[in-house]
């Protein structure tokens, strides 16, 4: 029997609309994410572990780090904290800036989906949402965890000049971005959002 | 054959669906996301639709009889009925949340009136033709409704 040795990538869906909630998630499971749905942007700031105005790491729960999330997709028109700005929350914390936003929206209002953009989406998906926009996630994860690996080494470099780096994962690394996410994090480093999810 | 008679059936009563502008593509991406890990997420999801769909034209049937009419929450209701009427791929009522979302626009609590009631038939209609179709779809069995969906 074939054994899945890559732990999937989580995606957090936010959407207060039942039936879309239903249908982003059987788009993201049938793309073989794991996911969480919630209804509402205050509701997501909490999974991911922002209370009120922290963004703080030390806010987070311990077990906030058994749901690492990859990437976050979140609907535009929202009540209460809208998609933008559950997304410019997200870009004001230290803690979970890296982590990939992609915006929905029913509508296709240029101003509206450049605003998004600068304010540091990765990607607008319009509405109803298909299929095959989900091929598009993984590379935006992916960029990302590159991003992170190279930011980690820049540190580690910074930091110990002469001391061995003996950290096996890194040996082979510098110069290619790996494509696992079974990178272990250093432990003078907190990168919960990137921590891989504990399994026996 | 009574199997493929039904058979024969479904295939007919969805193109009629779509012919009768029901339904568009959108209806089809969710019988391509149906399968056997998920056999009957078609009919959950319109369910959940309905549910609501429901909630918001009960809402909205509120909402126009206040007095000053807020024709912006009126039409910000119907603009998630919209939502997730686009989500299954309702077209008929879509297009009615359009002319509703015009009406708001123009101010016209007559025209919002007028739309609300025929908003009110497509969604009893759509929902008591769905049910029919989900109705035969069972009886024709899973496996071969995952195989006749990818016409």
Redesign the interface.
Known sequence: MAVAIETPFHVLAVDD????R??IE??L??SSFQVTTVDSGSKALEFLGLHGHEDSPISVQADQQEAAVNLIITDY?MPGMTGYDLLKKIKESSYLRDIPVVIMS?ENIPSRINRCLEEGADEFFL??V??SDMSKLKPHILKSRCKEQYQQEQHLQSNSESSNSSNPTNENSSSTCSNSHKRKANDDEILPHATRPKHS | MEYSNLRRQTIFMKKNLFDQGYLDE?FN??E??QDES?PN?VE??AA??F??SSRLLTNIEQAIDKYPQDFYRLDSLM??L???G????ALRMKNECSVFKANCNDRNLEGCRRSLQKMKREHATLKQKLESYFQLLRQVGPSEYAVSSRK
């Open positions: 609309s039942l039936p879309d239903k249908l059987r788009l499971k049938t028109c029913s509405k109803p298909r299929l | 959108q991406q969710l391509e996301l998920s997420f959950e999801v959940l639709f549910k609501d603009h998630q919209k939502g997730s686009s989500s299954i791929g």
